[in-house]
């Protein structure tokens, strides 16, 4: 978010409708070739007038040559050529007005400028505006004499290099924007020692480095920032906070995004910028949270999420010190302990998110005074218990994460009134009356049993519905064909039964859908949305059929006595098969235990010479009766 408080909102000339008066039609007209505009006086180029201060370009189909028709401008101040078709090297050196103090050639492609040695005519300029080019490398030195530069906005090129080196010289500058380029910024600040008026900086996107200068002793700045925007990435895995920031007092708007910064939270920071409303110092390393000194009036905005903050927030009184904060993100910390209640009293805060961390215990009852919260995510923690019937009452909410908890409801009583519902890590009651107001429910990896209530088809604002990994039994309410801007609906790894609904296939707007691994049976329905859905999307239902499943839903009846003969015959084969190897593991066991026990192996022998000595006299004894018996 830039704060721009010098763009004109008003364009002097407008070359987007050309008009002409009549009187000018036999001498003067409109030629276009290219897609590019060309002025023609008879035989000579078209002149702008002379007297010209403010020319507005913007819009159109301009090439580099436009630059040539604007030498003869002498008092030209504004020249906005935004969106056009400007590419490569620009020469501007035509543009000799010493009085241009605005120019914005923003969203083009130029790579580079062709200016002479000192750029004489444009020394008195105090806005320039090349964002969204296509800029390489390193400043270029020209950048150095624009000593009355006010506002520089290089965002969005490829530039790279020292950026506090290259604009050290750009001492009258109160507003720089470089954003997503690849500059180096100094953590020290030191190179901007002499920026008096620097006020506003928009540096997201690029890389802050630890410099010679952050060993220095602490030096104090001559300027007093509103805004530094500077969420950035650095190589370094902790970094010192910069001492500059000690000494800002005017501060409305910090962002320090994965500087790295170490130590404890500064809440000194809270303490000198009273006006302070938006503080980001996400992806930090910051380790303790403290509380300013003192209630903070204007806070609105508070992100220490992904940092290494551990301990309870039970021990403070957060609402006390921010009583008009509206978001708060504490997510991805260490922090662990039960939910304050006290945040019951925050009734102006939109946004909780304390997913991600160490919360253990019940949610308390007491969110449901939280009138104006609209998301709510308490993923991934270690909450147990019943979600409180309280936060029914909670008619804002849109967005509710529970998941990846311990909480158990038992059931979800089929009632007309209220429906019991788990998301990300938690569950909650609604009656019926705030259904309608819910836009996003995953209640998914909870304990949840019974039937699905048909209530929740009256969601019908609600995008995403995500109830798997439960217990649910039941068939599938036909009541969800009314849920006609759900994108997303997963139902799967569940014990539900039944057919699914034909009804389904007239949600159009329906990208997702997850049925996976219940217990239900029929056929698909294939036809409108149900067209687009794979057969991951209905896996594990033993009894479900037909396309995209491989199962048939009619198998053909002259296939069965085959498929029984060829059963047969497997089922021999496989019989003979496995005797054989049980009958020839025996026998290798057998011997393997002989080799291995010489007593087994003598005792075996000498059964084995019993055994044939009794079968031999046996048999010899059986013959000779037959004899005797045949004889007689």
């Known amino acids: 978010m830039h704060i721009n408080i010098f763009e004109k909102d008003i364009e002097s000339i407008s070359v987007r409708h050309h008009r002409f008066n009549k009187k000018n039609e036999e001498r003067q007209h409109l030629k276009t070739t290219n897609n590019n505009w060309m002025y023609h006086a008879g035989k000579e180029e078209f002149a702008w007038p002379s007297n010209l201060q403010f020319l ?27 969106r056009n078709q400007l590419k490569g090297s620009l020469d501007i050196s035509g543009l000799s007005s010493s009085n241009l103090e605005i120019l914005d050639f923003s969203q083009n492609d130029i790579t580079n400028f062709v200016v002479n040695q000192d750029w004489p ?25 624009f000593s009355s530069l006010r506002k520089l906005d290089l965002s969005n090129n490829n530039f790279t290099g020292n950026i506090g080196s290259s604009l050290a010289s750009l001492t009258s500058l109160e507003y720089l924007a470089f954003d997503g380029n690849q500059f180096e910024v100094p953590i020290s600040f030191t190179p901007f020692f002499n920026h008096s008026n620097l006020k506003f900086i928009y540096g997201n996107g690029n890389k802050v480095i630890l410099d010679s200068h952050s060993s220095m002793k602490k030096w104090v700045p001559k300027f007093q920032l509103q805004v530094l925007s500077l969420s950035s990435t650095t190589e370094s895995h902790s970094l010192p906070i910069p001492s500059f920031l000690h000494y800002q007092y005017n501060l409305t ?91 019951g009293r925050m009734t102006l805060l939109q946004k909780l998110d304390l997913s991600n961390n160490h919360l253990s215990g019940q949610i308390p009852h007491e969110l449901s005074n939280m009138s104006s919260l609209q998301t709510l995510d308490l993923s991934n923690n270690h909450l147990s218990g019943e979600v409180p019937h309280e936060l029914s009452n909670m008619s804002s909410l849109q967005t509710l994460d529970l998941s990846n908890n311990h909480l158990n409801i038992g059931s979800l009583p089929n009632v007309q009134e209220r429906a019991n519902l788990t998301s990300k890590r938690r569950t909650d009651t609604y009656v019926a009356s705030i259904l309608a107001y819910m836009s996003e429910i995953d209640l998914s990896h909870n304990k949840l049993k019974g039937n699905i209530p048909s209530e929740l088809g009256n969601l019908t604002r609600i995008h995403s519905l995500n109830l798997s990994h439960n217990f649910l039994t039941g068939k599938i309410p036909t009541t969800f064909s009314k849920l006609h801007q759900t994108e997303s609906l997963d139902l799967s790894f569940n014990k539900l039964s039944g057919e699914i609904p034909t009804q389904l296939s007239e949600l159009t707007f329906l990208s997702s859908f997850n049925v996976s691994y219940n217990n ?30 491989a199962r048939s839903c009619n198998p053909a009846p002259d296939v069965l006595p085959n498929d029984s003969d060829i059963g047969s015959w497997v089922d021999m084969l496989v019989f003979c098969v496995t005797f054989a190897v049980s009958y020839t593991s025996f026998l290798l066991v057998t011997a393997a235990a002989l080799y291995i026990n010489p007593y087994w192996r003598q005792l075996s022998f000498y059964y084995a010479e019993l055994v044939s000595l009794n079968c031999f006299y046996f048999i010899k004894d059986s013959l000779c009766k037959l004899c005797k018996i045949g004889n007689a």
């Open 56 to 82: 507005g370009l913007s819009g159109n189909s301009f090439n580099n040559e436009v630059f040539s028709s604007l030498s003869g401008i002498r008092h030209l101040k504004f020249l906005y050529i935004r």
């Open 121 to 145: 005519g444009l020394k008195m300029l105090k806005e320039l505006s090349i964002s969204y080019n296509e800029f390489k490398g390193p400043l270029q030195p020209y950048f150095a004499n």
């Open 253 to 343: 708007y910090l962002d320090i995004t994965g500087c790295k910064l170490e130590g404890e939270f500064p809440k000194w920071l809270l303490e000198n910028n009273t006006k302070m409303t938006y503080l980001v110092l996400k992806n930090c390393s910051f380790t303790q949270f403290q509380l300013p000194s003192y209630p903070h009036l204007h806070l609105a905005e508070m992100n220490v999420s992904d940092n290494a903050i551990s301990g309870q927030i039970t021990r403070y009184t957060i609402s006390s010190f921010f009583p008009n904060l509206e978001n708060l993100d504490m997510s991805e910390n260490a922090i662990n302990g039960s939910i304050p209640r006290e945040f």
């Open 520 to 549: 239900l049976s029929g056929a698909i329905e294939r036809k409108e949305q149900f067209l687009t859905f794979e057969e991951s999307c209905f896996i594990g239902n033993p009894l479900l059929c037909g396309p995209p499943l």
